[in-house]
């Protein structure tokens, strides 16, 4: 009996007026995960495609890969150089025991070795991930008699890039919980949340427990090392401290450099990035208002000049590939539930996210990050926007016909 038979023999169980009717999200999640659903609109007026939500979701999983991978290489790889700077002794815990188990080294040079170790990093934090905040989809699934939607492969994923690699599991766990209640199921779930449900589950993680989420010692999982990220020495001493560190902008741009899991490669991003434009997942407009609010205000802020504040200095293209900037505008700006959805709205929505991320990042001295907060400030300011470019468009269209 193949597994499409299997599925058709259960799913009476499972339907109205079945043994196990409540369960029926369930049935649907796993049953519509694997196969195409077999409920589809045919006939007019509908709108058809063959981009079905589904679909939808399984490209912003794809397009995430590249960061995936980059994220497990420059963890292992800055793990495993912390290592061979602070001596044999700080080899400890049971990530080390693991990898020593398989013969596995250490080496900071090998591709291999340093993917093994940061693995064993992502894997823990992503699955912690799915299990937490899946069990609060279901549950709301159920209560409510909807289906799972497959939108929670994206949050999870995207909540898990965004993290630090040293953050303890059980608060990964509760920031995905926070971000799929708070941030998408209180207003009905996907489709209806006017925030990102992971900026909001990483928002909540940053006020609630900010020790573990920001500073020197949680972007290297390896006790005792401690080391600001690029953007953290370039809000302290300026940019051109950062050569003094050994990092120039190539380092920034490929991602060999401390920071969150995904963030790290601006090339991993733009590689993502090609596959949203690509198969038209993402709006350009989107990334266009983003880039020229970025570009625009870190110009003027340069124009303007500070002798106090060294980020007034910092040029547009190192803004581009510090922090999370990039990942931010590739996978959070152009999310199309949370962002602007008429064309003139979209430019100004990602202009406003590219002008607060400068704006906090150069004249908030406390968060030298800005982009987790410029997409949040955004988010609220979508539905606003939209209603103002509509009410133009209704005048101007009175003012022509009289």
Known sequence: MGLRSFFDRIEPHFEKGGKYEKLFPVYEMVESFLYTPKTVTSVAPHARSYVDMKRIMTYVVIATIPCILWGMWNTGYQANSAIAALGADAATGWRIALLQMFGISLDAANPMANIAHGLLYFLPIYIVTLVAGGIFEVIFATVRGHEVNEGFLVTSMLYALI??????????????????????????????????????????????????????????????????????????????????????????????????????????????????????????????????????????????????????????????????????????????VSASHTNAGRYIYGALIGVMAVLIRVLNPAFPEGMMLAILFGNVFAPLIDYFVVQANIKRRARRHG
Not at 220 to 230: H, I, L, N, R, W
Not at 265 to 289: D, E, Q, V
């Open 163 to 336: 993290l630090p690699a040293s953050a303890p599991l059980w608060q990964v766990a509760l920031g995905i919980i926070f971000g799929v209640v708070i941030g998408k199921e209180v207003f009905g779930g996907t489709g209806k949340n006017f925030l990102n449900p992971a900026l909001t589950g990483r928002a909540f993680l940053y006020f609630a427990y900010p020790a573990n989420m920001s500073g020197d010692s949680v972007w290297t999982p390896v006790d005792g090392f401690s080391g600001a990220t690029a953007l953290g020495v370039s809000a302290a001493d300026g940019v051109q401290a950062l050569a003094a560190k050994g990092i120039d902008w190539s380092d920034a741009f490929f991602g060999t450099i401390q920071g969150s899991f995904g963030e790290t490669s601006t090339l991993a991003c733009a590689i993502g990035l090609a596959f949203l434009l690509f198969t038209k997942i993402a709006n350009w407009r989107l990334i266009a208002g983003c880039l020229g609010g970025m570009v625009a205000f870190s110009l003027l802020l340069n124009l303007i000049g500070s002798d106090t504040n060294p980020m007034f200095a910092m040029p547009w293209y190192w803004h581009l590939v510090l922090g999370g900037y990039a990942f931010g505008l590739v996978f959070m700006v152009t999310e199309p």
